[in-house]
């Protein structure tokens, strides 16, 4: 299959399910999740998506981690990546998020008071931190096969950390909202991945990967990087989204203003 091939038959079809479902649904969007229009910030974590990956992916294709097909692609390249990637990140972004506020109208928010919990914010960024550190010492420390598994958690973490340490009391409380909108897209483009990396579109580094394959085709590496940025735009939208963090910036936005 050719990489586009892959982004319209899996991709761009279930963004296109979810946004006619979300445009026929009379259900309104839960004021409990309408501190901000949801295509608004989809549309904003579609920008971040693109230039916080761009470099890191290069890095990736630059250095052989993974590399695709030249025959499965149109050859348009931005530094070392076809645009059918740069196309990925926008839409894996949009389907992620379409589908988060389409389970925010199925009532998956916690409806139930939400109580202030530093110490969940704290604890959450601590055990974060300790991941990405760990993660970052072990890039460095020359295990060539640990190269794909350390460089997605020592790049990812750093956003998740700040997300986890505003709100993880937030989240928490959406948990049941925020688990489902990441396991279906992970399982989902899991999936997908499998299909692709079967019929050869792209190819994973089998000397910079653990070679733990699912199904003897899908590296774990793969799943952990869908897992991960599914973790980034939910929590992000999550976030914006969501009256309690709204509440929260206010408050913030107060006590300065006393300062």
Known sequence: MSYFGVLLRFVVTAIILFFVLLKTWRTKQPTRFNAINPFVMIGVLIIVAVVYTTPWDNYLVATRVWWYDPELVTGITFGYVPLEEYTFFVLQTAMTGLLTVLLMRLDLGNMRPFEDRPSERRNGL????????ISSILLFSGAE???YLTLELSWALIPVML???YGADILWHHRRLVFTAIAIPTLYLSF???????????TISPTQSLEWLFLGVLPIEEIIFFLLTNILVVFGLTLALAQESRARIEGILQRRGKA
Do not use: C, E, K
């Open 192 to 202: 997908v991945d499998f299909l692709a990396i079967g019929s050869g579109t792209w």
């Open 126 to 133: 601590i055990v974060v931190g300790i991941i990405w550190a």
């Open 163 to 165: 997300q986890v340490g």
């Open 145 to 147: 096969r640990l190269n």
